[in-house]
Every structure is written in C-alpha cells, then in structure tokens.
Antibody, heavy 117, light 110 residues
C-alpha cells in the first residue's frame, strides 16, 4: 500500500523558513516523479513543484519567486520542500503527491503551514 | 500560468447526470491530452478520478467519465449518488513540466 506521510508544518513567522518532509513507502520511490501541491484554507489546489526520480531535474510554479526548493533523498525515501521568506499567503495545507502517467495518483494527508506573527 | 476555469458550483438530482467544464487555453488544455480530474471531500486529500482526459485509475467507478474539445475539458458524472457530493478539480499539463489546476467546482446532490 502506498503511504505518503508529510511532516514539518506548523506556525512560522513572516520572513521565516520551514522545511517540509514526506516519508514515502509502498512503491519504488527512486523511480517516481514526486510533486508538492498546496491548498490555502477554503481555496483550490495549487501545483507548486516537481522533481525527477533521480533528483536531476526540478520544475516550479512560475510565481514561486525562488523561495521554495524541492529535493529528495532516495536512499531514505524522503521528499522535501524548503520554504524561505514565507508570507501569510503561504498559509496552506501542503500535500506530497506521486506523479505517474501524467497525473497525481497518490496523495499524503497533508501538513498545515500557518504563517502569522 | 493562470488557473483553469471551472464553474464554482453545480447541482443535480439523485440519479441524474451532470457535467463540469474546465476551460484553459491553447498552451495547456488545448495542446495536450493530459487532463486529469480529482474528487475532494471536505478535510480530506484529493483522489484521482480520471487521467489523460478519459482514462480510469483502478477502482474508480465508470460513472465518472472525461472528455475534451478544443480548450475545454469536461467531467461527466452519471447516475448521481449522495456520496458524489464533493469538490472537483481539473488539472492540465501546461508545457515544460509545469501543471495547472482549475479553481474547483462544488457539486451538490439534491
């Protein structure tokens, strides 16, 4: 069974940083494109970034402004999202998602990030 | 890249069929057969319903079907059931490994 467990969310100060993690199991992580998607409270889904199975290629939403970095540790089946210079507009649930056959097949339960002073 | 356009809400009666539209542009929906649809219950993670416009992942009911014409994709749900009441999102590939979601549609089953 595929399992994706996000962690690292919580309360952050504006201008601060957070590192989200996603522990993956139940599939061949090192062969799978991985994606981060977020959802602000009461709002829709927003694709943020993805990363190639070997980590050699990453892509980001155009509006990211260079503040986020996606990375992975295939030896330990972990996906990361480094978030810098966060603003209240980054308040959202962040989902770790597998990308197979040009779709987002498996989703974690999400981790909530709240940016507030 | 702008979000795809979906109606904010749709409704239908038990047993009827409804269609949710998803309008993009020639640089996303219009150019690729890579539209997917997701169902989300309040407080839960989304679930994949349709991929590559009209394909079903294992375990998804055939009551859900997808199509595309030009810059607009559509999700049709036939034989509406109470458990279909949820939010629905479309998503499309939009060049150079970038993806874009629709704004979401709330389905009410009457």
């Amino acid at each position: 069974e595929v399992q994706l467990v996000e962690s690292g969310g919580g309360l952050a100060q504006p201008g601060g940083s957070l590192r989200l993690s996603c522990a993956a199991s139940g599939f061949t992580f090192s062969s799978t494109w991985m994606t981060w998607v977020r959802q602000a409270p009461g709002k829709g889904l927003e694709w943020l970034a993805n990363i190639k199975p070997d980590g050699s290629e990453t892509h980001y939403v155009a509006s990211w402004g260079g503040r986020f970095t996606i990375s992975r540790d295939n030896a330990n089946n972990l996906l990361f999202l480094q978030m810098n210079t966060v603003t209240p507009e980054d308040t959202a649930v962040y989902y770790c998602v597998t990308s197979v056959a040009h779709a987002f097949n498996n989703w974690g339960q999400g981790t909530m990030v709240t940016v507030s002073s | 890249q702008s979000a795809l356009t979906q109606p904010a809400s749709v409704s239908g009666s038990l047993g009827q069929s409804i269609t949710i539209s998803c309008t993009g542009t020639s640089t996303d929906v219009g150019s690729y057969y890579l539209v997917s649809w997701y169902q989300q219950y309040t407080g839960k993670a989304p679930k994949l319903l349709i991929y590559e416009v009209n394909k079903w992942p294992p375990g998804v009911s055939s009551r859900f079907s997808g199509s595309k014409s030009g810059n607009t994709a559509s999700l049709t749900i036939s034989g509406l059931q109470p458990e279909d009441e949820a939010d629905y999102y479309c998503c499309s590939y939009a060049e150079t490994n970038i993806w874009v979601f629709g704004g979401g549609t709330k389905l009410t089953v009457l």
